[in-house]
Nanobody, 126 residues
Framework: QVQLVESGGGLVQAGGSLRLSCAAS????????MGWFRQAPGKEREFVAA????????YYADSVKGRFTISRDNAKNTAYLQMNSLKPEDTAVYYC???????????????????WGQGTQVTVSS
């Protein structure tokens, strides 16, 4: 129903910026809230940011608030994560995910999301 493909990852210097994109297939993209998660080696996958299905509401982890911005363009079936002031601690594989709004599930939990992309590597050098 929804297939997600991340892009835009790469190597960036600390303090730099990067924009990740998440392209969705199908015609039901606008029916889902979208989230970004990340997972560093040896660590659990953690919440980064989320956006409601129309983009009216956004949510951020405290660790990225003020530095990262999530957005979406439903006409293009694409969600974005703009990452500014990057730190080495931001190094991880970043995943986008789609969450059905039909049920009251937390934006912050991986288990709330129905579809996942394959991830894109972000490496921040010091």
């Amino acid at each position: 129903q929804v297939q997600l493909v991340e892009s835009g990852g790469g190597l960036v210097q600390a303090g730099g910026s990067l924009r990740l994109s998440c392209a969705a297939s199908g015609r039901t993209f606008s029916s889902y809230a979208m989230g970004w998660f990340r997972q560093a080696p040896g660590k659990e996958r953690e919440f980064v940011a989320a956006i409601s299905m129309r983009g009216s509401n956004t949510y951020y982890a405290d660790s990225v608030k003020g530095r990262f911005t999530i957005s979406r363009d439903n006409a293009k079936n694409t969600a974005y994560l703009q990452m500014n002031s990057l730190k080495p601690e931001d190094t991880a594989v970043y995943y986008c995910a789609a969450k059905s709004p039909y049920y009251s599930r937390s934006y912050y939990s991986t288990s709330s999301y129905d579809y996942w992309g394959q991830g894109t590597q972000v490496t921040v050098s010091s």
